[in-house]
């Protein structure tokens, strides 16, 4: 498969060049040039199918022309290692928890599966070091961070807001040492995202160092987002509620539903999607005037979502062919304050017991209320509430119950290169290495 870029100066692009690269020369963001459909075989049978086989055919069509089939069947199952449990809430809402992996985020899929990839070409190729940047709010560092730790040939740089991640999140990615360095810069998201930009854009670094993205912005990281979607369809398949199916997600860089669209254009049967903010809603302005505004990113409590120039918004627009209305058309959008939030968490407990996160409580809400009659809907839970533990113990007035497993990176020792928002010195630091 050949891949384009979104500012359309660059195509022709390998998958290799596409995942090494990240971003495209020309500042774009990379696109297949083909969207395989899959049969209808495939779609008629799916319920009886596991989460690895339904992946292993998503994976196939994605990257079948660039990977043997072995190497990337393991690629799938060694990313997949955990459940993807759907829970009914209420009449025809359901939760899709995708927090299920080792950092209790959903990106760890993303995360692992590009992990992985980038390892086989590297070791294909016997190339030299390479250098990953992550720009993070919260859940990206840890996913990626524990997604490449101690894969032979990769350093991982996570660049964080200090003061900005919940300190569950930041141990997530400061305490692991090895191939992993955390560095804490004193700007917003928004500034660690433009620090990372600039160095891809920067011809001297790039001269030096072998950089690439594990953001959404990368291919390996933001096309297995697609499992999910077609995972949901075929458990709501097999409770009887396909039709007319309604998927909301959660979006920050709109890396994950912009997934879920290639899914739909592939033919799975999903009717619409709803994209649900915080009050950093860009998308939903743009749904409403046709105008794309990015503006500085609000600190709200769902903070893997407060991002003010979402990245995945080029693929987004490529897809429709920058149609406004073919983009309505299949999208709508929903944003929530602070207070919304955590009212919607406080109402979901109450009704069911359900211990929603923040992020999947602005789901659920825009699912309550833009559900039609007949329609089934499912959000995406895109993290554990234990991560956010704070916020929904104080709305819930009840202990959180935290996981082994995120207990554990707590009791390890917070290691950081403190780092300003100016990119010269960012670039220093990376030229010295
Ligand atoms: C990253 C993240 C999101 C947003 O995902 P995008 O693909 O950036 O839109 C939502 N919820 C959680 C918990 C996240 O970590």
């Known amino acids: 498969m050949k891949y384009y870029s979104t500012n359309k100066k660059v195509s022709g692009e390998t998958l290799e060049a596409a995942v090494i690269k990240g971003l495209a020369a020309d500042g774009g963001l990379f696109m297949p040039e083909t969207i395989k459909t899959l049969p209808r075989s495939f779609y008629e049978n799916m ?61 760890d899929v993303g995360a692992r599966f590009m992990a992985r990839l980038s390892g086989y070409f590297i070791r294909k190729k016997g190339a030299g070091q390479v250098n990953v940047l992550v720009a993070t709010s919260g859940d990206t560092g840890s996913a990626v961070a524990n997604g490449f730790w101690g894969v032979d040939g990769i350093r991982v740089f996570v660049l964080y807001p200090e003061g900005k991640v919940s300190e569950i999140q930041e141990k997530q990615f400061t305490t692991l040492g090895r191939n992993i360095t955390a560095i804490e810069v004193d700007g917003t998201f928004d500034d660690c995202q433009a620090l990372v930009k600039s160095a891809f854009m920067d011809g001297e670094l790039n001269e030096k160092l072998k950089l690439t993205s594990a953001n959404s912005i990368n291919v390996a990281r933001f096309l297995p987002q697609a499992f999910y979607y077609f995972y949901a369809y075929a458990q709501m398949k097999r409770l009887g509620k ?11 860089n709109f890396g994950n539903l912009t997934a879920g669209l290639f899914a739909k254009r592939m033919g799975l049967p999903v009717k619409r999607f709803i994209a649900a903010n915080n009050r ?17 990113s609000i600190a709200t409590i769902a903070n893997a979502m407060d991002v003010g120039n979402p990245s995945n918004f080029a693929r987004i627009l490529d897809l429709y062919g920058g149609s406004h209305s073919a983009i309505s058309a299949e999208i709508s959008g929903k944003a929530y304050t602070d207070d919304q939030i955590r009212e919607t968490i406080g109402t979901a407990y109450k009704e069911t017991k359900y211990v929603l996160d923040p992020h999947g409580a602005c789901a ?17 839970e895109t993290a554990h509430p234990a991560k956010f533990r704070h916020t929904v113990e104080e709305v819930i007035g009840e202990e959180v119950k935290v996981p082994e497993r995120l207990a554990a990176f707590m009791k390890g020792e917070k290691q950081s290169v403190p780092m300003s928002k100016d990119f010269q010195a960012f670039k220093s630091y990376l030229m010295s290495l």
Do not use: W
């Open 47 to 107: 319920e009886n199918l596991s989460l690895q086989e339904i992946a292993c055919r998503v994976a196939e069509a994605f990257f079948g022309e660039d990977i043997p089939s072995d190497t990337l069947k393991n690629i799938v199952c060694d990313t997949l290692n955990f459940d993807i449990p759907v829970v009914r809430m209420k009449e025809n809402i359901y939760s899709l928890e995708l927090f299920h992996g080792p950092t209790l985020a959903f990106k």
């Open 280 to 296: 950093n809603d860009i998308f939903l302005q743009y749904l409403k005037t046709g105008k794309y505004m990015p503006r500085p």
């Open 364 to 380: 659920y809400r825009a699912l309550c209320e833009e559900l039609l009659p007949g329609e089934s809907g499912v959000f995406l």
């Open 242 to 252: 396909a039709d007319d199916l309604v998927i909301c997600v959660p979006s920050g």
